[in-house]
């Protein structure tokens, strides 16, 4: 079950990380890579393909006020989008490294999608509190990932390469 079923949580954004589809995790390497970045870390919905190659999960961060959907797409809508940010993303690519990232997500065919969602809050009236959501999940997970496949990591909102 997506967390857009889940009354209880509101979409705030999604990151992306882009790989080289050889550099694909099975499910038991995301589930270890993710627990080791936070024991914290509740995971419901685990999919893999036949060969364990990972499909998708849901991570509950009840301490950031958070949850993230994350699921593997793979094949022409990856490649049609990586030029797309590729364009985008060129004008913002200032530094060496920046440019040195941006040249191997032209060559990625693999990429994660991280949905962040926030835990909404219900006052005594029924209408949401004042913001708790903490951006930590979502930074230790993107980080994570990056990490495990060797990717490449992009904000698609604020235009950035992670």
């Known amino acids: 079950m997506s967390m857009f079923e889940n009354e209880g949580y509101k979409w705030r954004e999604t990151y992306f990380v882009f790989f080289d589809e050889t550099r694909r995790p099975t499910l038991k390497q995301m589930l270890k890579t993710l627990s080791m970045a936070n024991r914290r870390f509740e995971f419901e919905n685990p999919t893999e393909d036949d060969q364990g190659g990972f499909e998708s999960l849901t991570l509950r961060a009840p301490q950031d006020h958070a949850a993230l959907d994350i ?5 022409e809508e990856v490649c049609e989008q990586r030029a797309d940010l ?18 191997r997500l032209l060559k990625c065919d693999g990429r994660l999608d991280i949905l962040h969602f926030e835990q909404i809050e219900a006052g005594l009236g ?13 930074l ?4 994570a990932l990056v990490e495990l496949t060797d990717g490449v ?5 604020s235009g950035t390469i992670v």
Do not use: F, H, N
């Open 126 to 138: 029924g209408e949401e509190e004042e913001e708790m959501l903490d951006p930590s999940a979502l």
């Open 71 to 75: 699921s593997y797409v793979s094949g």
């Open 153 to 157: 990591g992009v904000d698609p909102q």
């Open 86 to 103: 590729a364009k985008e993303l060129r004008s913002a690519a200032t530094e060496p490294d920046e440019r040195a990232k941006l040249a």
């Open 140 to 143: 230790v997970v993107l980080d």
